[in-house]
């Protein structure tokens, strides 16, 4: 079944503190995850992305993690800004089947000064 | 690099009439082109794809008479909403994408039909 799951909905993270996004996927055949990060009124953002040859990547204070024997993956935001506060959707692909994305449901992100 | 963007950023309409969205991508030529809707709070649900010269792929239960798609270059895909009605209101946004590399979105146009 082509579906991602997505948790929390909703999260409330301190100033400083990691948030931590979890995703899992069904279709052993998808072999792209990317991230997004949405803004109120505005398109979503390719924030990072992973293929499944890797365990984890890091770009700044964003990190994934990988485990593609459970078929999950994180996002991890440390020491989260302000800023940060939008809304993360996970996504999974086949490379050869059109990159048509199947997205997570998303989750509220709300960094508390 | 890979900028999408999206023309107009919002429109309002009455109901009864039909309404343009254009989505170009800016600085590459997109093989595939999506839109999507988004109501508040939920997350994207893709309406249909589209392909350079060929006719778009719609998802089920997206009526194909009512959001017409056209892809008429590498760079430019429109949709076009028939016969606007409130219920049509949302947030309507699209993506492109080249073989092997993901989607990058436009910032999404916001559609109110009174």
């Known amino acids: 079944q082509q579906q991602v799951k997505q948790s929390p909905q909703s999260l409330i993270v301190q100033k400083g503190g990691i948030s931590i996004i979890n995703c899992a996927y069904e279709?052993?055949?998808?072999?792209?995850f990317p991230w997004y990060q949405q803004f109120p009124g505005k398109g979503p953002a390719l924030l990072i992305a992973?293929?499944?040859?890797?365990s984890e990547k890091k770009e700044g204070r964003f990190t994934i993690s990988f485990n593609k024997s459970a078929k999950q993956f994180s996002l991890h935001i440390m020491d989260s800004q302000p800023g940060d506060s939008a809304t993360y959707f996970c996504?999974?692909?086949?490379?050869?089947?059109?990159?048509?994305?199947?997205f997570g449901g998303g989750t509220r992100l709300m960094v508390k000064p | 690099g890979a900028v999408v963007s999206q023309h107009p950023s919002w429109v309002i309409c009455k109901s009864g009439t039909s309404v343009k969205i254009e989505c170009r991508s800016l600085?590459?030529?997109?093989?595939?082109m999506f839109w999507y809707r988004q109501f508040p709070k939920q997350s994207l649900m893709l309406m249909a794809t589209?392909?350079?010269?060929?006719?778009?792929?719609?998802e089920q239960g997206v009526e194909k008479d009512k959001f017409l798609i056209n892809h008429a270059s590498l760079t430019l895909s429109t949709l076009t909403v028939t016969s606007a009605h409130p219920e049509d209101s949302s947030f309507y946004i699209c993506?492109?994408?080249?073989?092997?590399?993901?989607?990058?979105f436009g910032p999404g146009t916001r559609l109110l039909v009174l």
């Open positions: 992973i293929r499944p040859d890797v």
């Open positions: 279709n052993t055949a998808f072999d792209y």
């Open positions: 589209s392909n350079e010269g060929s006719k778009a792929t719609y």
């Open positions: 993506s492109a994408g080249t073989s092997g590399e993901t989607q990058y």
């Open positions: 600085d590459f030529q997109a093989t595939t």
């Open positions: 996504a999974a692909s086949i490379s050869n089947a059109g990159n048509m994305l199947t």
